[in-house]
């Protein structure tokens, strides 16, 4: 194909693409009325399903089948990292070096470190309650981690941090939210339906049916995720070289 048909092409899906904008954009509601039948029909089955949280009732229950195509966005990036940064033939891996941590750095790191993690925790805990989730709770969970880094070295980081692991942890938690989709489809007839668990009572912890258990695993799957990413830009900055020493 000539590079002016793929200009033309693209400016045909460009120009079909804004008519669909507009189309939308002159059906939605008025700024600043009191008329929002999305998010009135949105509140509403949240309320019905017993879950507090409206957003996590819309990530996972009323659109659950969208956030399993974001997990799986996150989830084939990280296998694009793992592949792109493996290590090459031409490289090998030097002993990182331990670097020297000024007082106050390593003790706001080492006593802010279980903090922010139990933070990650209990905002994937509260996903379906509270504003957060799997999203936000994981990737702060992940990064909490890394806090060993700045305050001790990378040896300390590499002992809490056993990548492999946190690969099949990632790989199970986005299996877990596929059978759970499964398990709809076989009990209720409809991927990912919410009809499989008990609703509860209303803000609490068991609340909102399968809504906790794909927020969980979730908060799995971007935790592991970004640990594993983090992980592969680490090695290459610090342990993997050139042969050449560059």
């Known amino acids: 194909m000539s590079r002016r048909a793929r200009l033309w092409l693209l400016l045909a899906g460009g120009a079909g693409l804004a008519v669909l904008f507009v189309a939308a954009c002159l059906e939605l509601p008025s700024f600043g009325g009191d008329r929002h039948p999305y998010g009135d029909r949105a509140v509403r089955a949240s309320l019905a399903r017993r879950t507090a949280n409206t957003i996590s009732s819309v990530n996972f229950d009323q659109r659950a089948f969208d956030t399993l195509g974001e997990m ?3 989830f ?3 296998l ?4 792109l940064l493996r290590q090459t033939r031409d490289e090998h891996r030097a002993r990182p070096e331990p670097a020297e941590v000024a ?3 390593r003790r706001y790191a080492l006593i802010v470190l279980p903090v922010a993690l139990l933070s990650g925790l209990y905002v ?10 799997g999203f936000q709770g994981g990737v702060v969970a992940a990064t909490a981690l890394h806090l060993l880094y700045l305050g001790a070295d990378y040896h300390a980081l590499e002992r809490i941090r056993p990548v492999g692991l946190f690969e099949v942890g990632d790989a199970l938690a986005a299996s877990a939210y596929l059978v759970t989709g499964l ?6 007839g409809a991927f990912l339906a919410n009809t499989l668990l008990p ?3 209303f803000n609490t912890l068991s609340s909102g049916g ?7 695993a979730i908060g799995m799957e971007v935790a592991c995720a970004v640990v594993v990413l983090l992980a592969r830009f680490l090695d290459q900055a610090v342990e993997i070289e050139e042969e050449s020493g560059t």
């Not at 994937?124 to 989730?133: D, E, I, M, R, T």
């Not at 399968?210 to 969980?216: D, F, G, I, S, W």
């Open 72 to 74: 799986t966005i996150l």
């Open 76 to 78: 084939a990036a990280v």
């Open 80 to 83: 694009g990292c793992v592949v």
């Open 103 to 105: 007082l106050p750095v």
């Open 124 to 133: 994937v805990a509260h996903g379906q309650l509270s504003p957060g989730g």
């Open 183 to 188: 398990a709809g489809l076989i009990g209720a």
């Open 199 to 201: 609703y509860g009572t």
């Open 210 to 216: 399968t809504v906790p258990l794909l927020n969980a």
